[in-house]
């Protein structure tokens, strides 16, 4: 009796120690698991854009910097900073719901001028499209090509090539074309890096595009990165502007 006894209890200690192996390595398996990398684009693409800040830069070969922009945005109520640089201008502009006011630098005079935008307005366009082009637009077809990656507060998708699709996204992003006036027409993709992270809910919380392109035998790179995601400050037209612009409605 007393060896029946010690074999029963040895068996059940065996079983017991089995089912906490195989719990472990069950529960081991899906803490390590990862989500697919079209789940987490999609939950980064779905994300509600409240405020953002977004900075695009072109340079040269010689990592001169030719045309840059530095955008932040807040969309309830729409107020909208940017600061445009290109090789013959540098413009900043605040847009106010439909009120803009825009300064010329390097003209006759550095004064703040007062317009109202219509729905037709490229500035009205572009405050509507921002946020819409904070994220590129890629599908299924391009999600393929990412690799996920855990990280401390989500998840990490990245990206090193260069694919023609991917490529064909990037410089088809309004805010590009539109904003700093970047002609792709004759640009040839050399290599594209590519990070979008999130939350562990796949909510976008930066984005980073480093593309490398050649437009007529010359080396350029395109950088663009979009940050402070849902956690940019509270956005107000300083005074200095407001009481000091020109009107330039009164003038029509």
């Keep these: 009796m007393k060896k029946f006894f010690k074999i029963f209890i040895e068996t059940v200690l065996g079983l017991i120690l089995i089912f906490t192996l195989s719990a472990c390595s069950t529960s081991k398996s899906k803490t390590n698991s990862l989500p697919s990398a079209k ?14 800040q977004a900075t695009w830069t072109q340079a040269n070969s010689k990592k001169q910097i030719e045309q840059k922009a530095l ?5 309830k109520p729409l107020v909208m900073f940017a600061d445009f640089t290109t090789s013959s201008n540098h ?3 605040w847009i106010n719901n439909k009120t803009n006011y825009i300064q010329m ?4 005079t550095d004064k703040w001028f007062k ?3 219509t ?7 572009l405050a509507d499209s ?3 082009n904070a994220l590129l637009n890629f599908d299924d077809s391009t999600a393929k090509l990412f690799k996920v990656k855990k990280t401390s507060n989500g998840y990490s998708l990245t990206y090193q090539g260069s694919s023609e699709k991917i490529w064909d996204i990037i410089k088809q992003n309004s805010c590009l074309t539109s904003t700093i006036g970047i002609d792709f027409s004759s640009a040839k993709p050399v290599n594209s890096d590519i990070i979008i992270n999130t939350d562990k809910d796949y909510k976008l919380t930066n984005l980073k595009v480093l593309a490398k392109y050649k437009n007529q035998n010359e080396l350029k790179t395109l950088s663009m990165k979009v940050t402070d995601i849902n956690k940019l400050g509270k956005l107000e037209v300083p005074s200095s502007v407001t009481k000091n612009a ?7």
């Design 119 to 125: 729905n037709t307005s490229s500035y009205s366009q």
């Design 71 to 75: 955008v932040k945005y807040n969309k």
């Design 39 to 52: 789940t987490v684009l999609s939950g980064a693409q779905n994300t509600d854009l409240n405020t953002l």
């Design 105 to 108: 630098r390097g003209t006759a």
């Design 246 to 252: 020109v009107n330039l409605e009164k003038n029509k």
């Design 130 to 132: 921002i946020a819409k």
């Design 115 to 117: 317009t109202k935008l």
């Design 91 to 93: 413009y900043k502009m």
